[in-house]
C-alpha cells in the first residue's frame, strides 16, 4: 500500500482525499515508480475543479521524479534503479505510482530529483510553446504574463537563451524583481500599471511578436491590444478563469491577429516528442542557462495547503510536494 491523493468528486483543496491505495505491480509497458519529490502546477487545480474532465475517481498530480522499482513485460531501456522523471499522466500525488514508460525520461548527472520535479513540466511547456507554437528568433520581443511563477520564470530565461526581448507581468513589486532577476528586458506589476500602455512605449507602438498567456481572463483581450500587426496570442492557461473570445472579429479588428490555445497533450504525442524538450530543458540547465527556481515545498500530506496558496496566487516560481 501507498499513500496517495485521491479526488472522488471535483470541487475545492478541500476533494484530495489522503487514502492509501493499492498500487500493484507494473503491466505490459509500465513502470513502477518510487516518487520523490513531485511537482505542483495550476493543470492540477483544473482537473481537480473539473475545468479538464479527469475521470473520476483519479490519484492527482501530474509531474514527478523518483526511481523505477518495478518494470513490466515488453519494457526496454531502463533497469532497476534508474533516476526518472515524468510529466503529463495523473497520479503523481503518491508515494509510488505506476507509470507508462513512454512518458519517463531517464535524468542526467547533475540534475536532482527536486530539479527535475520542478521543471520538467514548466520547462516542457516552454520548449514547445517557444519553439514548436511559435519559432521564437532573436531579436523579436515577447509578453510573459505571471513571468514569476514557474512557468513563467523558465519562459523568461529560455526566450533571453534565444535572444528575444522579454517584457514580464506579475501582480507585486516583489515579483517583479524576481521577474527582472530572471533576465526580463522589463517588469510591469499588472496591478498598478497599465501593461497595455507600458508594453505600447516600449516597443515604440508596434506592439510585441508574442504574448504567452498563462492566466486566462484578466489578461487575455487586454493582451489583444499589445500585439503587433499579424502578431500571436498563445493563450496557454486559465489561472484566473478560462477564457472566451466574445467574437472572431476583434481579431480583425485589432491587427489579423492570431490566437492558438495549445496543450501539452497536443504535442507530446510520443515518446520522441517528450525526450525532446527534456533534452532540451536539462541541456540548459547543466549548462547554467537556466536556473529552476523551488520557492516553495511542502510534505505530501500538505498538498490541500498546497493547492489553496497557488489558488491564491501567494507562491513563486516551483513548487513541491515531498513524500
Known amino acids: ?19 492509501d491505495v493499492e498500487v500493484g505491480a507494473p503491466g505490459p509497458g509500465q513502470l513502477k515508480i518510487r516518487n520523490r519529490a513531485i511537482g505542483l502546477n495550476f493543470v492540477d487545480v483544473y482537473q481537480r475543479t473539473g475545468l479538464y474532465k479527469t475521470q473520476l475517481p483519479f490519484v492527482a498530480g501530474n509531474e514527478g521524479a523518483g526511481e523505477v522499482i518495478a518494470i513490466g513485460p515488453d519494457v526496454t531501456g531502463f533497469v532497476m534503479g534508474d533516476r ?33 520535479a520542478a521543471a520538467l513540466l514548466k520547462g516542457a511547456t516552454a520548449f514547445y510553446l517557444l519553439h514548436w507554437t511559435y519559432a521564437l528568433k532573436a531579436g523579436e520581443t515577447i509578453l510573459v504574463h505571471a513571468a514569476a511563477g514557474g512557468t ?11 535572444g528575444a526581448r522579454v517584457i514580464g507581468t506579475a501582480g507585486s513589486d516583489e515579483k517583479c524583481e524576481i521577474v527582472r532577476r530572471n533576465g526580463a528586458d522589463l517588469a510591469v506589476n499588472y496591478k498598478t500599471d497599465d501593461f497595455v500602455a507600458r508594453v505600447k512605449a516600449f516597443t515604440g507602438g508596434k506592439g510585441v511578436d508574442v504574448v504567452y498567456d498563462g492566466v486566462g481572463a484578466a489578461t487575455f483581450e487586454p493582451s489583444l491590444d499589445c ?27 485589432k491587427g489579423s491577429l492570431y490566437v492558438t490555445r495549445p496543450t501539452g497533450a ?27 527556481s523551488i520557492d516553495q515545498t511542502w510534505p505530501l500530506a500538505e498538498a490541500v495547503e498546497a493547492h489553496r496558496a497557488l489558488e491564491a496566487r501567494s507562491t513563486t516560481g516551483s513548487t513541491l510536494l515531498l513524500p
Open 1 to 19: 500500500m501507498a499513500r496517495a491523493f485521491v479526488v472522488r468528486e471535483y470541487g475545492g483543496p478541500e476533494k484530495l482525499q489522503l487514502e
Open 84 to 116: 526518472v522523471a515524468y510529466q503529463g499522466p495523473v497520479g503523481a500525488y503518491a508515494e509510488e505510482r505506476l507509470l507508462p514508460a513512454e512518458k519517463a525520461v531517464r535524468l542526467p548527472e547533475g540534475v536532482s530529483y527536486e530539479v527535475a
Open 152 to 162: 513563467g520564470q523558465i519562459l523568461t530565461q529560455w526566450a533571453k537563451a534565444i
Open 227 to 253: 500585439l503587433k500587426v499579424r502578431g500571436l496570442m498563445v493563450s496557454f492557461g486559465n489561472a484566473s478563469g478560462p477564457v472566451s473570445i466574445p467574437k472572431l472579429g476583434i481579431l480583425a479588428e
Open 266 to 292: 497536443g504535442y507530446f504525442r510520443t515518446a520522441e516528442d517528450l525526450r525532446i524538450a527534456a533534452d532540451a530543458l536539462f541541456n540548459l540547465i547543466t549548462l547554467g542557462k537556466l536556473t529552476v
